[in-house]
């Protein structure tokens, strides 16, 4: 079995999942067993919450703010060929929703999963819908309802470890030669609610199905040709990385390559299972394979670069942190206790500065770490992130970063670099 996850620019239009329909046919002509993840078309997910949204504002109703939607589907729907109402009961069902948070005046994290959830819901309908209109024995299933059950953090929850068992039972009653097109980003909790994994999220779906099921490997389809070097829209002499370890994938992912959601790979991680970045529309290339163990170091010991912007920089000043023990305890239990996670870190005998991404409200945090220590925030500024196995074990490499940007004139306002030879990171004003 492969498990074969398709992005929202794959599903995005009645020719692109045509394609889709080509690459499934042709791994159950080779025998690969697949089971397919799909995301939401490409911008319905925003589409939908703009409509919850929208909702809380309206005046007098909710006419109309399914139209757009409906419209984005129906265009798919009728390039394909396929029954033009086979959305009708969703549509109807999101409709009921919208009027739900219109009537009460509020939006809540549960209703807000609820209605994030048609995306994964609508597209499963119609990818299965034109396979079986093209031979292929596909039916659509909802995750949650093939043993996907999660905490209830909605908007970012995570999976419960009795997962795992429970995916391996609900697969094995789909009777035989079935092809499975299953929701992406999806889940629910043991109570029976829905709740979404977090943007992105239908790659962390495929990881767990395939960890879940023993996959022989996971495919992420997407609208690139793999891990690249860098951003090909600011480097376009960018080109594919053909193997990187899961280690080096992991770090990219986390520091801005948008190829992959950062927690895709855990699963496979622990399973041993090979993670294939592959390019709908260009199905015969290579991708990225992302192995246990990746390439030689010494031949190349950069892999690729990333970047993220729109980050905070919290320096936080204490004369308390001399010779003291604890300190770091109180304040990064702070950030516990916020929820905030921090990408970057660097300390000194009297100051520890972080990075924080600005989707956060970190306004009740710094109010909080102000009650023991002196602390600014740095906005409007960018990590830059260069991962390859070996960076800190080759001379000279930390070098050419720091002369490299030296010439340009750009300043350095933070670094640090991992011990585990894989990640050097610097921050630097947005605008350079």
Known sequence: MIVMKFGGTS??????????????????????NPFVVVSAVSGVTDMLLAAARSALSKGSSVNGLVGGIER?????????????????????ELEKMLYGIWLVREITARTTDYVASFGERMSSRIVAAYAKKCGLNAKEFNAYDLGMITDSNFGNAEILPSTYEAIAAAVEKIPSGTIPIVTGFVGKTKEGEITTLGRGGSDYTASIFGAALGAEEIQIWTDADGVMTADPK???????????????????????????????????????????????????????????????????????????????????SSLRMLL???????????????????????????????????????????????????????????????????????????????????KSGINVEMTSQSYADVNESIVVREDR
């Open 11 to 32: 599903v995005g239009s009645a020719g692109s999942i045509r394609s889709v329909i080509d690459v499934i046919r042709q791994a159950a002509n080779s025998g690969k």
């Open 234 to 316: 600011l480097v376009p002499g960018a080109s594919t990385v053909p193997v990187v370890s899961f280690e080096e994938a992991s770090e990219l992912a986390y520091f801005g390559a948008k190829i992959l959601h950062p927690k895709t790979i855990l699963p496979a991680m622990n399973k041993n299972i090979p993670v294939r970045v592959l390019n709908t529309f260009n199905p015969s290339g290579s991708g990225t394979v992302i192995l246990k163990s990746g390439r030689i170091t010494n031949e190349r010991p950069i892999t690729a670069i990333a970047c993220k912007k729109n980050i905070y920089v919290i320096n936080i």
């Open 72 to 92: 984005r589907h129906a265009d798919i729907i009728l390039g394909l060929g396929i029954a033009p109402d086979i959305l009708l009961e969703d549509l109807a």
């Open 324 to 406: 003291a023990y604890g300190f770091l305890s109180r304040v990064f239990r702070i950030f516990e206790d916020f929820e905030v996670p921090v990408d970057i870190i660097t300390t000194s005998e009297v100051n520890v500065s972080v990075t924080v991404e600005k989707k956060f409200d970190i306004s009740k945090l710094v109010d909080k770490l102000k009650e023991f220590a002196a602390v600014t925030v740095l906005s409007d500024r960018a990590s830059i992130s260069v991962i390859g196995n070996g960076i800190r074990s080759t001379p000279g490499i930390v070098g050419r970063l720091f002369s490299t940007l030296g």
